[in-house]
């Protein structure tokens, strides 16, 4: 599918072509920031259902919790699964439970890019955004820069971070490709967001929150 076949699948949706010129516009400017969730990830990593999922059986496989609290919990994930995520840390302890989503999140190669990141990562990187801010936990982001950028900036933060808050949101150079895990990044554990108690943290913090 060449682009013009791509472009006239998203115009076709109402309301896309006027929301598709705007994107240009702000592309064109290159101090466009990007906001990237899990469905850029999801080629090699899981998105948000499978994840609680596993998360339930291996909390299962260990013993923290028994059959039925395992078939409990993945009905109460569909509607409150931040609850879960909080359940399974205070069963399992923090060791066992941040392990797993280091486990899950660590680096993984793809059949497509022959690197640990994914095409929607790659394509990501190729266009004149300033900087990015992900809810991911995973590294592709990071990794497809690196292959892509080899003599660019290495710089990746964490939203606990201080700096990184001001740098995301206030820089006016050129592209920066600057990386914001907004929550988290699976190899630092005390970042992670994913509980009711981490958002809490997060969330009550006045910069954070304007972020």
Do not use: C
């Not at 906001?35 to 990593?45: K, T």
């Not at 923090?94 to 640990?116: C, L, P, V, W």
């Amino acid at each position: 599918m060449n682009q013009q076949e791509i472009e006239n699948q998203i115009k076709a949706i109402n309301g896309n072509e006027l929301v598709l010129e705007k994107l240009y516009e702000l592309l064109g400017t290159e101090r466009a920031i990007a906001f990237v969730g899990a469905g850029a990830s999801a080629e090699i990593w899981p998105v948000w259902s499978p994840f609680i999922s596993g998360f339930i059986e291996h909390a299962s496989k260990l013993g923290a919790i028994n059959p039925d609290e395992a078939i409990s919990l993945n009905e109460e994930a569909l509607n409150d699964p931040l609850e879960v995520a909080q359940h399974l840390q205070n069963k399992l302890g923090k060791r066992d439970y941040y392990e797993y989503i280091q486990n899950t999140f660590s680096d993984r190669q793809s059949e497509t890019t022959n690197g640990a990141y994914t095409q929607v990562h790659q394509a990501l990187l190729q266009l004149p955004i300033q900087s990015y801010i992900t809810l991911n936990y995973d590294a592709g982001l990071t990794n497809a820069r690196a292959a892509l950028y080899p003599n660019g900036t290495n710089t990746t933060y964490v939203w606990s971070q201080e700096d990184s808050r001001a740098i995301a949101v206030n820089s006016t150079d050129k592209p920066s490709r600057l990386i914001l895990h907004a929550h988290g990044k699976h190899d630092y554990a005390e970042s992670i967001i994913l509980t009711s108690e981490d958002y809490q943290r997060a969330y009550s913090h006045e910069p954070y929150t304007r972020l």
